[in-house]
């Protein structure tokens, strides 16, 4: 991958602070880094990953790798969704990321959706080396496409690989597989739902971060869950109309991983983005204190 | 497809007792003729692996609302198919090829890293340790299961989970991959309805009616997602899979997961 790659980057600590050492894009690629995203006293590098035409076209191959040195801190985000077009001659769409994070480091990955038109192929793999120490976020989204428009589910094939490696061992091995053709539809499968989300918090310094979310998410759901009184009955089914009772607007659920429980996932479905952006803002806010901004607070 | 193997087998069968071979045609006939009642017993529902704690997601699913009638119920068990053929078949197919102990501690510590849904992961280490308790038990001739269990018993770096364990106990008993893969197609198919009744969800008569008309999709997804790598698995239900996760959040529960 490294001398195909259209970007690769690199911070290190520098005179103390973590520091852009090198930003290599290329077409179909363009990274920026502002510097005033957080205030001066808050160490980390922030990075905007954007395509040209702020969408990936059929056929196209993004990649990109990623060293976060020890200690250090950096964000990676998007400006917008990540369109992915329509499919020609039923080419795919590809982004590929490999990070490794250092000792005692953090990296967020806080990107904002991707979106499949109808017919896109797209596939995504995002590799992550971390230590026993590291620290991680990642946030992986993907909508049914246009929904507002009518493009739901529509797309032909979906496939996003997360992989987080512990020196050499597998941590946490994430496939998501959407494909049109199968048994089952995927707009059957999703519902009425158009937003599918997967929030990763790994490290000593999330502690705090996992605990609440899991707390706030047990919350949620429990108020929504209960058991059919009726409409679940077969016995009652005969008599009355069939009427679908109302579905929670976003289902969320967390899990442990690793064998000392060193990580959190949650699992969110949703029926707009809308309702998943102010879930990951209101979760992640707190990573403020480490980035020196709030994920998603423009969005 | 589907009648291929036991057509297969019984060709072979009389073929060996109409030829005069070297081989003694009575063995060859006896190995194939008790081959079928491990099978069979495999199979069957009162081996007592603890399938019947669990849900597959299935109560969650219905205490969301995703599931309420018998159509939404065909959906959700053609998905689970799906989802266990993508993510599960692989580790089925890989330790039954070859059931060899050192490549299935690293099937099993794969697995434990790719179920990263809780509920999912612990149901499935724990079935996997009841079908290994239980194989060690009623087979005594098979000394790497014996070895297995003893080797492992309460160690911290596997789990015993369920897909890799029953792939190695198929391959270790003589099943040939494709049957091992369709079993645990089956099994998964019967877990779910079974859990289905006992949720006043469909009657006993209904969920068999339910199995029959199933059974031909499930077929095609054994053929579509059979003799796969394990770096393959994916899975395909991601809306199942955050409901199944709030599984442990419900307040009144008859399931393990």
């Known amino acids: 991958m490294a001398e195909a790659a259209t970007g690769a980057v690199r911070v290190e600590k520098v005179r103390g602070r973590s520091a852009l050492t090198r930003c290599f894009a290329r077409y179909p690629l363009k990274l ?35 060293s976060v040195g ?18 020609v001659d039923s080419k795919c769409s590809e982004q590929l990321l490999e990070a490794r994070v250092g000792e005692d480091a953090l990296l967020a990955v806080i990107p904002d959706p991707v979106t499949c038109f109808s017919t ?15 620290n991680l976020v990642l946030v992986d989204w993907f909508t049914s496409g246009r929904y507002e428009s009518g493009e739901k589910w529509d797309f032909s094939f979906y496939k996003s690989v997360n992989h987080i490696f512990l020196e050499d061992q597998p941590l946490f091995i994430d496939s998501v597989l959407l494909e049109q053709g199968s048994n089952c539809s995927i707009a059957e499968r999703m519902q009425e739902y158009n937003v599918i989300a997967m929030v990763v918090l790994l490290g000593p310094k999330l502690r705090h971060i996992q605990d609440k979310m899991q707390e706030e998410v047990k919350r949620l759901m429990s108020g929504q869950l209960r058991p059919p009184t009726s409409g679940g009955s077969l016995y009652t089914m005969r008599s009355q109309p069939p009427q679908r009772p109302q579905q929670p607007p976003l289902v969320a659920s ?42 998603y607070a423009a969005s | 497809m ?10 072979r069968l009389f073929h060996s007792v109409d030829c005069v071979m070297e081989e003694a045609p009575s063995t060859a006939t006896g190995v194939s003729q008790s081959l079928h009642w491990t099978q069979w017993q495999i199979l069957d529902s009162i081996l007592p692996t603890g399938g019947f704690a669990h849900s597959y997601g299935l109560e969650a699913a219905m205490q969301s609302r995703m599931v309420s009638n018998q ?46 849904n809780e509920v999912g992961r612990k149901a499935s280490a724990s079935q996997g340790s009841a079908l290994l308790r239980v194989a060690a038990s009623v087979f005594t001739e098979i000394q790497v299961v014996q070895d297995l269990r003893r080797t492992f018993l309460g160690s911290k770096s596997v789990s015993f989970h369920h897909a890799p364990i029953f792939g190695f106990i198929c391959g270790l008993v003589g099943f040939d991959s494709e049957t091992a893969q369709r079993a645990y197609m089956f099994m998964t198919m019967r877990d779910v309805l ?25 077929e095609r997804m054994l053929q579509k997602w059979k003799d796969r790598d394990v770096a393959e698995a994916s899975q395909t239900a991601p809306l199942l899979d955050a409901v199944q996760g709030c599984h442990a959040y419900m307040f009144s529960r008859l399931f393990c997961s």
Do not use: M
Not at chain 1, 60 to 66: F, L, Q, R
Not at chain 1, 70 to 87: G, L, M
Not at chain 1, 263 to 274: D, F, K, P, Y
């Open chain 2, 2 to 11: 589907e009648s291929d193997s036991p057509v297969s087998k019984k060709s």
């Open chain 1, 120 to 134: 896109a192929r797209y596939y995504q793999k995002q590799v992550f080396q971390v230590c026993a120490n590291s």
């Open chain 2, 71 to 116: 159509d939404d119920l065909r959906s959700f068990v053609i998905q689970v198919l799906e989802n266990t053929g993508s993510l599960l078949l692989p580790f089925v197919y890989c330790s039954s090829k070859s059931p060899d102990v050192a490549a299935w501690v690293k099937l099993d510590q794969l697995l434990e890293a790719t179920l990263t």
């Open chain 1, 70 to 87: 020890d200690e250090c801190t950096a964000a990676i985000t998007t400006q917008a969704s990540t369109k992915v077009y329509k499919a």
């Open chain 2, 194 to 218: 079974s859990a289905a009744t006992r949720l006043n969800l469909i009657g006993p008569l209904a969920a068999s009616v339910l199995q029959h008309q199933v059974a031909p999709d499930a």
């Open chain 1, 254 to 295: 967390c899990s442990l991983f690793g064998r000392t429980g060193t990580g959190v996932v949650a699992r969110v479905a949703a029926v707009s983005t809308e309702l998943v952006y102010s879930f990951l803002r209101h979760h992640l806010a707190a990573l403020e204190l480490f980035i020196g901004a709030s994920p």
């Open chain 1, 32 to 66: 920026i880094a502002p510097s005033k995203v957080g205030p001066a006293s808050c160490d980390a590098v922030w990075l905007y990953a954007l395509t040209y035409g702020g969408g990936i076209v059929s056929g196209d191959t993004i990649s990109c790798t990623v």
